[in-house]
């Protein structure tokens, strides 16, 4: 099996996740890594692998014989990563949000099928074991057809926020809907498929910073299905609840481990009438309470080291990985979607970005 030479570019938090999960991984070694603040570049070597540090991201892509490259700075600087990386055919993890805007991911899609390299969007949500058991349930039938989804999605954020770099317009493009709401409506479009319109609000409540520190928004398919969410730098206690409602029952998933409470998945399922067997038929339900029962998943968070094998083997087996490229692209459309929306308020249709 040929061992992937990985390099990181972004060596804080979310960097050191991925090279984590890289040192767990017998297929691949990290090899370099790049940061401005080379002293962390040179630590995360030091703790996960067995390379060279770099000040210059450029100068490693030049130097280094990489075969994937990880990029984990902040959105700004992602889109010249990815190109760069692309054109000399290194496959690519870019964390969330794919770019700033639609323009920049039309573009890192455009080039890595250009140079045919796997470009993945690190959309690791998709890989926390209750709403991974979630989208099995719904994919075998389990409450029937979707009919509505729902999201609360928010942290309190901490003394100084409005300084750091997530409340730069021009670094992030965004605020709490490209933060956090990227995973959501990402993960709307894996549990129902494309969407036709949004509409949405993006308010600053509290925090002295030109993006939005809130954000509601609706999304109807053109089969006039919903999904609707809110997320927030104002919710002040973390928290992640996600709710899918079908004909035949409901899944809710509240939390995702850590400072979000333990992660739980309850599923709901409606009582069937004796001799029901399916909806084509004329399934009657009863009426009371569903029945319930609440799967805990109290492990630690697998959702990096599982995300980073579909990415590897999606490389080995030449596919499209779980959480793509246009994955990225399409979920920042429905974002974009949703801030011409607050801006001209008024119902957006996603052709329209």
């Known amino acids: 099996m040929k061992i992937f030479r990985v390099g990181v570019v972004g060596c804080g938090l979310i960097g050191r996740k991925r090279a984590g999960v890289v040192r767990l991984d017998p297929g691949c070694c990290l090899s370099c890594a790049a940061d401005v603040a080379v002293f962390n570049a040179a630590a995360l070597i030091k703790e996960f692998g067995n390379g060279k540090a770099y000040h210059d991201w450029r100068e490693m892509l030049d130097k280094e014989n990489l075969d994937i490259v990880v990029a984990a700075t902040p959105n700004k600087f992602l889109k010249k990563i990815v190109l760069w990386a692309a054109q000399r055919n290194i496959h690519v993890l870019c964390e969330k949000p794919l770019g700033r805007n639609v323009g920049e991911s039309v573009r890192m899609v455009a080039v890595a099928n250009e140079n045919e390299v796997v470009l993945k969007t690190g959309f690791n949500h998709r890989h926390h074991p209750a709403i991974w058991k979630a989208r099995e349930l719904v994919e075998d039938g389990a409450i029937g057809d979707i009919y509505f989804i729902r999201c609360i999605y928010g942290h309190g954020g901490r003394p100084g926020y409005e300084k750091e770099w997530r409340a730069s317009r021009e670094i992030c493009g965004g605020g709490e809907l490209l933060d956090q709401g990227v995973h959501v409506v990402d993960l709307f479009r894996w549990f129902m498929g494309d ?52 004909e035949a029952g409901y899944l809710i ?18 009582r069937k009438e004796s001799g029901a067997k399916s909806k084509e038929l004329g399934v009657k339900y009863k009426g009371g309470v569903p029945d319930e029962e609440t799967i805990v998943f109290d492990g630690p968070d697998i959702s990096w080291e599982q995300e980073w094998k579909e990415f590897t083997s999606a490389i080995r087996e030449g596919r499209e990985p779980l959480g793509s490229g246009k994955d990225g692209l399409e979920a920042n459309r429905m974002i974009a979607a949703v801030y011409q929306s607050a801006a001209e308020n008024r119902p957006v249709k996603m052709n329209e970005v």
């Not at 928004?217 to 969410?229: E, L």
């Open 195 to 246: 969407f036709e319109d949004a509409f949405g609000y993006t308010p600053t409540y509290y925090w002295n910073m030109d993006v939005e520190d809130n954000a509601f928004a609706c999304f109807k398919t053109a089969g006039g299905k919903m999904a609707t969410m809110h997320t927030s730098w104002i919710q002040w206690k973390n928290r992640f609840v996600f709710e899918i409602f079908g």
């Open 253 to 270: 998933i509240d939390g995702l481990g850590g400072s979000y409470g333990v992660e739980k998945l309850t599923v709901g399922l409606r």
